[in-house]
């Protein structure tokens, strides 16, 4: 190659480095060019090389670019072990290049000549050939102007390398999101027509690419929005840059469906607009589990009518309207007569079929903003609104539906195989606007209803105060009742019992409430009370306690240490399973001697559960404990469980006692159980003997052992004991 030869060569050459913008191209070019210009065979070319000092080593290099030879292209990119010579130095004369070449393993000895161009410090080129082309000037001299400009380029190469592999990564990214996406994309261009969709908006909407592209999204439209829905949405798009919210739209199959979309428009740089992006996600789901949670939390599953919950919201917007309007509402409440004897005796399942009926029949009973809902069991309430502004017109408007209602539901019911006749008691209620609350107005409507049904049911009560008033002192007292234990107001009467020759036989205890205001209340007015409650199971265990105490305390004197006492035992407290335990624990405690207690127990007690009775009643006769039958005669009086029972006494009920003398009916019943007791071998007692006629009657008959005011009232007892020394 001549001088003159050289310049069109480093124009190709510059033009070549200049024209390429990555490394890999721009290497491989500048090889080819080089060759082609300057005959050698093959070349390759080292970037990033280590320093190397050692003129006999090996050094590792990594070919960046190979032309020309088969066996060294198949190493780009790879390290192999070549002279340091080769590599590092400047070419030495022919000689030593043919020697250095005839080691060089990779490229099979084919090579006696090469030409080393360095690029900068850490680069180089080297071109191989079976012996040195023909040049009058030195190559290296010549071409390190442009080797310079190759250096620069490598950099900006690699820069830009760099640059678009990370820019590769992000679209990669991007295309991963889009397609991956579990909610769907929808891209338009700026006229709104449809130019890209993702996989999941194919899968919510049913439509593939290709039948929406070039489409006006308005496809999707179900027809659920009218025109200023998508008016106001253009608006937020165009003004605020941004639009969400829920749209209903229709899936290819033409399925209405529930989507949550964002639509955001994208500019460039300058602003102009470019493309809108929908993404959106199907919540038909969510709203199909938003709709089973809100029938859940507002409606009774089995009549699916609304459940209390929903029942007071709707009241308080009946409180409101009438509040406006001033009109008048009323709330019914209804219950169903006897329905606790159809749940038992034809099963739930027959039961709750009339609960749909009457539900089904109410709805039929009242108007579209009238509400109808049932509070548990086989209550009802039904809401009428928007009655008369006069009370009275009001009343017989409400009247009139609670007739119709009644009517309605005294039809009879075909239950299955059976035709049940139900009959319903319904309390009314007037309210208008907030003048009452909304717990007094479904507390009196309650309490109607109760009085319905005492008033002998299938009947229509409307709220009497006089009534409200005794339910509410009955509250009170209950409340009051809760404490009284704590507060000691408990105390026990003691009543004698004593045989037919006046001799003390022990006595009954009987419960009494000093109340701070109300002074003595007799049980009769708080047992029952307590029952309700509950209250009576450790009220019960008080008495038990103290009737036990008491009894050891007589223990150590001659005059009360042979007398019973008789305790009266509750149904709740019986029925509790640690009774037993209870019963021992009392005795073991205050060491009182089990043969001087006598439980009480009344018919109906027994007759619960007659087989968990005995079981009791025998374990607690085992401790040497005994039992009385109280009131006896005035409940079933079956022989036949009579006889089971692990008994020791009956006890004769008052009264049967009381006209015993007069009334031949009471006389030959008295009569009966006292011959019934011995046939049993069971001791007899009768009580409320008040008079002598009485006391005498019973002796001549048989009944040995009496109580009643005759022998003495129940008394404190000091005064009981005063009474036993008098
Ligand atoms: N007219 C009349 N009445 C007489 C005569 N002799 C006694 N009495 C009354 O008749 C009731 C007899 O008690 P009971 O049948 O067990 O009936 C008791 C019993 O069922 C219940 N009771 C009382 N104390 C307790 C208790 O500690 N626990 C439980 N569970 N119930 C109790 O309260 C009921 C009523 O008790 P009290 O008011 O004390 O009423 C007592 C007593 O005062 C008489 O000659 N004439």
């Not at 030409?115 to 050939?129: E, G, K, Q, T």
């Not at 017989?396 to 609670?402: E, G, I, L, N, S």
């Not at 409650?533 to 103290?546: A, K, N, S």
């Not at 011959?675 to 007692?685: Q, T």
Request: contains cysteine; negative net charge.
């Amino acid at each position: 190659m001549e001088r003159n030869d050289i310049l069109p060569v480093l124009y190709d050459l510059v033009v070549t480095i200049g024209s390429e913008i990555s490394v890999k191209p721009l290497l491989t070019r500048t090889l080819q060019r080089l060759l082609y210009h300057t005959s050698f065979s093959a070349g390759f070319i080292c970037l990033d090389i280590a320093p190397c000092n050692q003129p006999g080593e090996q050094v590792e290099v990594r070919l960046d670019a190979v032309v020309g030879d088969f066996d060294l292209i198949g190493e780009i990119g790879k390290y192999v072990a070549l002279p340091s010579a080769l590599i590092c130095k400047p070419a030495g004369n022919e000689s030593e290049q043919t020697e250095l070449l005839s080691t060089l393993r990779c490229t099979q000895a084919r090579y006696g000549a090469y030409l080393r161009l360095p690029i900068d410090h850490r680069s180089v080129i080297v071109l191989l050939a079976a012996e040195k082309p023909a040049t009058s000037l030195p190559l290296a001299t010549m071409l390190q102007p442009v080797l310079a400009h190759l250096a620069k380029a490598i950099v900006l190469c690699r820069n830009n390398d760099a640059y678009t592999s990370d820019l590769v990564s992000e679209r990669d990214l991007l295309e991963q999101v889009f397609e991956s996406s579990y909610s769907g994309v929808l891209i338009t261009d700026s006229r709104r027509h449809i130019i890209e969709v993702n996989p999941a908006f194919t899968r919510i909407t049913g439509y593939r690419a290709e039948e929406v592209q070039g489409k006006d999204p308005r496809i999707l439209a179900s027809g659920r929005h009218d025109h200023d829905y998508y008016q106001k949405m253009w608006y937020d798009i165009e003004h605020n840059g941004h639009w969400e919210g829920e749209i209903w739209n229709r899936r290819s199959n033409g399925e209405v469906y529930p989507s949550w979309l964002n639509i955001n428009p994208v500019h460039d740089k300058d602003g102009k607009l470019l493309y809108y992006v929908g993404l959106f996600s199907d919540i038909s789901k969510r709203k199909e589990a938003e709709a089973q949670i809100h029938q859940l939390a507002f409606y009774d599953p089995l009549t699916n009518l609304p459940n209390r919950r929903l029942l007071i919201e709707r009241l308080q917007q009946a409180f409101s309207l009438e509040a406006r309007t001033g009109q008048h509402g009323a709330v019914l409440f209804l219950d169903l007569d006897n329905f606790k004897t159809l749940n038992d005796t034809k099963g739930h399942d027959v039961g709750d079929r009339l609960l749909v009926e009457v539900a089904q029949r109410l709805n039929t009973c009242v108007r579209d903003g009238d509400t109808v809902a049932r509070l548990g069991g086989d209550e009802f309430v039904v809401i009428l609104g928007s009655l008369s502004q006069i009370s009275d017109e009001a009343a017989a408007q409400a009247d009139t539906v609670a007739e119709k209602i009644r009517d309605l539901l005294s039809q009879p019911y075909r239950l299955d195989q059976y035709v049940h006749y139900s009959t319903p008691s319904i309390g009314i209620v007037l309210f208008r606007g907030h003048q009452q609350s909304l717990d007094d107005v479904l507390k009196y409507a309650d309490t109607a209803m109760y009085q319905a049904k005492t008033a002998g049911r299938n009947t229509i009560r409307f709220y009497d105060p006089v009534m409200q008033a005794a339910i509410e002192a009955r509250a009170e007292l209950a409340e009051e009742l809760r404490h009284a234990l704590e507060r000691q107001q408990l105390c026990l009467h003691y009543q004698i019992q004593m045989d037919n020759r006046l001799h003390p036989l022990g006595a009954e205890v009987l419960l009494r409430w000093q109340h701070p205001q109300r002074g003595l209340i007799s049980p009769g007015q708080f047992i029952p009370l307590a029952e309700e409650t509950g209250h009576i199971v450790p009220i019960g265990l008080w008495v038990l306690q103290t009737a036990c105490t008491q009894l050891k305390a007589w223990q150590g004197d001659a005059l009360t240490r042979d007398l019973t006492l008789a305790v009266n035992v509750s149904a709740k407290q019986f029925r509790s399973p640690n009774f037993v335990a209870q019963v021992r624990h009392a005795l073991l405690e205050s060491g009182a001697k089990p043969e001087l207690l006598k439980l009480e127990l009344t018919e109906s007690i027994v007759l619960e559960n007659v087989e968990d009775a005995i079981a009791k009643m025998r374990e607690l006769k085992l401790l040497g404990v005994s039992f009385s039958m109280d009131d006896f005669g005035t409940g079933y009086s079956s022989l036949q469980y009579l006889k089971q029972l692990p008994l020791d006494q009956i006890k004769i009920d008052q009264s049967f006692v009381r006209d015993i003398v007069n009334d031949a009916n009471d006389a030959a019943i008295v009569q009966t159980i006292i011959a019934m007791s011995e046939v049993l071998g069971l001791d007899v007692i009768a009580e409320g003997v008040e008079n002598e006629a009485q006391r005498e009657f019973l002796d001549l008959r048989g009944c040995h052992a009496f109580q009643g005011y005759l022998f003495g009232r129940p008394v404190p007892l000091q005064e009981f004991e005063a009474r036993l020394r008098g």
